[in-house]
């Protein structure tokens, strides 16, 4: 009992570790981010750079629904029980079935999509809408490299290998600096002409970050020559799995793409400067440059979530298959548990610091032809994001704990109805005074608010207790070092208003940490020792060892 005790401990804990390599990896990988967002902003907040930002969309949206979304989602539970169950020699044949049947289907979808961009690029209409298509096009192809990207990465994830997966974005964020940053210069006000060759780069980096997985792959024994016949047993269990996510979660992620196809449609120009609702014609509320304002507040709310939250998300999820494979309910209850609790110390931190120093946060953003209006406008999105940032990060744990358990359906029929909800919300807050561009910020917020505590509210009916205590006692701890924390930055913050806005986040955001760090060791937070290195749950083995 105490040698079974013990090999569970460290396989949990070695799923936990690994989230924290993924959180600082995807760290360094957020940072090259911001960089390379930071220089696309810079080009400008005009009607093509709205234009860059949608175009880029239309990949990236297959990324999140190949990648992080249905086809990961579904494949890492059937490929870690055959591994489990039939050894690593079937899984490996499971990993290059599905990889070759995938490029296949990508393969159609780009020759479907290059043509239908080509032939409505022809439609004669206004100049931006043909920069949109031309951007559309250049950027296109990246669907097919990242979603094979996303397939490997899910198989090394599920075999206990993080560091490439998560290092893989830095590659791309690399290529897009070199572009942003020191080649477009060269082409001087040319934004058009600057814009497509960041698209370019796109590309370019697609190309090099499936290369390096491959070669990973191989170096790890786990890549074999793909194949379409036979067809592996594990393939129709993974269609099965993947189909209702495909259908739902492509609505949801379109739903986001809508978003942003919202803003362009109600952005003032002087081609369109008005909108017709039901015969009445009304000003467009929103201003050129939107995309780009709120895909900067986008990016930096997304910033913690995918280095605390998705990270853990990623890291527990094969550990969560696991236990589920192996019908081990308690173990699953206890990892869920230490998730979510692990989570909402995260989202809750991370919301409030946000909320205070979105301002000096959006400015940093305030070079070459990103103002300081923009930076503010930002700021207000930004605000209005971050309200919600305990439901994201929650969402991540909940979601992949049906995922676990291969019911890929709730999660996704809860979500896409909240996506209309959300639609229906953006297209009501944009047009109060005061919200305007706030609102795609507000209507997310709410709307994953729901989805969390829906999903809690679920997952406890399916699995009985999930240690509600705990997590109450969690929020509670939350709060308090959360009100310490506010307080003592909102001091700091205002005391350095006439400050640099690097310096003011150089002293706030350490000093922040500090405090809620400071106040957690105050409390006694089982959370923070879970953090940095599970010192209870050590202490509970030898128990039980004895």
Not at 147 to 169: E, V
Not at 392 to 415: E, N, V
Not at 487 to 493: G, Q, R, S, T
Not at 509 to 529: R, S, T
């Amino acid at each position: 009992m105490g040698i079974k005790a013990e090999n569970e401990h460290k396989e949990r804990e070695h799923f936990f570790n690994a989230a924290k390599v993924v959180a600082f990896i995807t760290l360094i990988s957020r940072v090259f981010g911001f960089f390379r967002d930071m220089g696309i902003a810079s080009l400008g907040t005009t009607r093509y750079n709205d234009a860059f930002g949608l175009a880029f969309k239309i990949p990236n949206l297959f990324r999140r629904l190949f990648g992080e979304g249905a086809l990961a989602s579904a494949f890492v539970p059937v490929f870690t029980d055959i591994h489990e169950k039939e050894g690593s020699e079937r899984a490996k044949r499971l990993l290059a079935n599905s990889f070759a049947l995938l490029a296949v289907f990508l393969a159609v979808l780009l020759v479907i999509g290059e043509l239908g961009f080509f032939f409505y690029s022809l439609v004669p209409g206004p100049k931006d809408r043909s920069f949109l298509m031309l951007l559309a096009i250049i950027m296109y192809p990246y669907m097919f490299t990242v979603c094979l990207l996303a397939l490997c990465s899910a198989a090394l994830n599920a075999r206990g290998h993080f560091i490439y997966p998560a290092a893989a974005p830095i590659i791309f964020n690399i290529f897009g600096i070199i572009a942003a940053w020191w080649l477009a210069p060269y082409l001087k006000e040319n934004l058009q002409n600057q814009l497509v060759l960041v698209a370019f780069s796109v590309v370019v980096a697609g190309v090099v970050q499936l290369a390096a997985v491959l070669w990973l792959l191989t170096k790890s024994g786990l890549f074999i020559f793909p194949f379409i016949r036979p067809m592996e047993p594990g393939i129709k269990q993974i269609i099965r799995l993947v189909t209702p996510m495909l259908l739902g979660l492509g609505f949801l992620q379109f739903s986001e793409f809508f978003q942003d196809v919202i803003a362009w449609n109600l952005t003032y120009t002087e081609q369109s400067p008005m909108i017709n609702i039901f015969g009445w014609s009304i000003p467009c509320p929103l201003k050129e440059g939107v995309i780009v304002r709120v895909g900067a507040a986008r990016a930096f709310y997304q910033f913690p979530m995918g280095v605390l939250a998705i990270s853990l998300g990623v890291a527990v999820f094969p550990l969560l298959s696991r236990y589920a494979s192996r019908g081990d309910i308690p173990n699953l209850r206890d990892s869920i548990n230490r998730a979510i609790r692990l989570s909402l110390m995260e989202g809750i931190s991370t919301g409030v610091g946000l909320f205070i120093l979105a301002e000096p946060i959006m400015m940093i953003y305030a070079r070459r032809r990103f103002t300081v209006a923009d930076s503010m406008q930002a700021a207000l999105v930004l605000k209005m994001y971050v309200l919600g940032m305990w439901a994201y990060c929650s969402y991540q744990i909940l979601a992949r704990a049906f995922y676990a358990c291969k019911d890929t359906k709730t999660p996704l029929k809860i979500s896409c109805v909240l996506s209309v909800v959300n639609l229906l919300l953006l297209v009501g807050l944009v047009w109060i005074p005061g919200i305007g561009p706030g609102a795609f910020g507000l209507s997310t917020s709410i709307t994953f608010t729901l989805n969390a505590l829906i999903l809690i509210f679920l997952l406890r009916r399916r699995m009985g207790l999930l240690g509600g205590r705990k997590i109450a006692a969690c929020l509670v701890r939350a709060a308090i070092s959360c009100t310490v924390m506010a307080i003592a930055v909102y001091l700091l913050k205002w005391n350095m208003r006439e400050v640099n806005n690097l310096i003011v986040l150089g002293v706030c955001v350490p000093a922040g940490a500090i405090v809620f760090v400071f106040m957690l060791w105050v409390l006694k937070a089982p959370e923070l020792y879970e953090l940095i290195g599970g010192i209870k749950h050590r202490q509970e083995i030898s128990a039980a060892q004895k």
